[in-house]
């Protein structure tokens, strides 16, 4: 009789279940250590300001398909998504670091490319490159950004500031990433069946860009300064909407209510989800990759919040015991469901 | 005619002159940016202190080889390269991120393993797991570490900082680590031969304990700031000593000589380098993969250095036009070549 060796899959826990299993037993043992895992980015405590911290991986096959993203968008978009993390603890970031892991397949023409992006993210949102390390993959492209930013320490936004009561906001609009992806996806496989064909993609730039070169809100983190508001949460929509509002639920130990008719969907993000037969309020609470940020606010803000250009009130802080909830168009209450991503 | 689109090789160009070349064209804007890509670590300016940031990717296949490397030993030694490159700025690690993208091919009891390495670096070492990011990959295991430290503005040690006349120090012994991985890979060979054969490994113990699991030195920092010492510059020996002395003298504008006779080599290391029909000195000018440290200190701290623990004097800087040599045991001058690592 073999000795049974327990093993458990990775895909029974799922991505935050495994992140959180995996770290449980690291007491913080550092009193510069303000904040570690379980937010958008580590906070380390500097005297005078606090250093934020955040890091992504972005992996080929998974993350990205080289037959429809450039490769200077690449560079651009694994910079901005970092970036959005430092943002959504309403500091600046400041620095950033870019590894690669690649195999020969890549020449140095290419590469000179994907850096292209990354140094225009770098002009844009005036940040550095100070560091990295490149090496070789067995396969494909690998992508490790971190960012440092700055923030002050009584101004930075936690998940877990949020109460009862207060006003749940996002900026600009949701949806819009996902469906640029189901595009590219559905012209790649029509081009791989029929390699005559070329690509439609007219009329649908905004979609397409979304997903390719996506922003981070770096002007909503301006306008909070200009008005001295500092979110009481916050967190860059990243996962769709649902998980992140469930994110600041359960760091801050509340619930919320999203009214669906108030969650900002562009007039050609919904003609699209219909044309692709889906519900397009699900492609924003969903979707994922928007890098939007959710944020709550004191409802003594809430007029600060009213006069802000590209801000919406979506829906209130309430009761642990409610759970978070969608209040649909049509009277219904439902209970949001985080789907996140699932890649294993 | 089909156009001609230029395309250079990766290998080609090699690991340090890639860098070099795609980094060339990114001016830092921050002014808190004191030190970004070509140093151990980037350094970041705080007022008070430095913040000190290192990253490294780690790649199965490449880096590792899952055959003989236990998962836990993987997860401590990937931290401890990080934390290298923080003393090796003369600066104390205090957080690390940890970010990983693997296969299904991983359980959670797996990663369990990873992370128990990497919990005892940080409770070894004193640093704080404050962040990261968890994927999937379609191959093999990739591991991402950044350290984070602080250090006093002026008590920092760049490797531009050396000055003719300065002294060559290292710290431990050389060539250990180099000859670990052999000892493996020979073991390995024999078993994927004779699966029924058990792996010869006894007498080796600190041989390919210098592989699996390396140690940063954080003890001679302890010591240089007992003794009131500031290295000029300084650099961790992960390439072998021949490539990180030309470092020292490319970033410093100098040359070095090496004495061959004072670089430490530990007779069991020097024994089996004979067993495998290798040059002791070689494997400790080539090698990598020691995590020693090599430094330079001004001629007046000679004293200091001498009554310091593990330290050896092993050379001096010399004028550029002299170049980096090895001055032999026969009383020959060679120039050092870096092989540093090719793996493309």
Known sequence: MSEQVKRTELNDLGEFALIDHLTRDFPLQNKSSVKGIGDDAAVINNGNFQTVVSTDLLVEGIHFDMAYVPLKHLGYKAVVVNLSDIYA???QPKQITVSLALSSRFSVEALEELYAGVRQACDYYKVDLVGGDTTSS???LLISV???G?????KLSYRSGASVGDILCMTGDLGGAYLGLQILEREKQIFLEHPGVQPELKGHDYIIGRQLKPEARYDAIEQFAKAELVPTSM???????ASEVMHICKASGVGAYVEEGHVMIKPEVFQTALDFRLDP???ALSGGEDYELLLTVKPEDIEKVRF???IAIIGEIVDAKDGATLHTKGGNIH????QGWKHF
């Open 150 to 154: 700055q923030g002050e320490a009584d």
């Open 89 to 91: 603890m309403n500091a």
């Open 308 to 310: 802000m250009n590209d």
């Open 138 to 140: 067995l396969t494909g």
């Open 235 to 241: 967190i860059d929509i990243s996962d769709g909407l």
């Open 146 to 148: 971190t960012a440092i």
């Open 335 to 338: 209970p949001l469901q985080a």
């Open 281 to 283: 309020i699900t492609c």
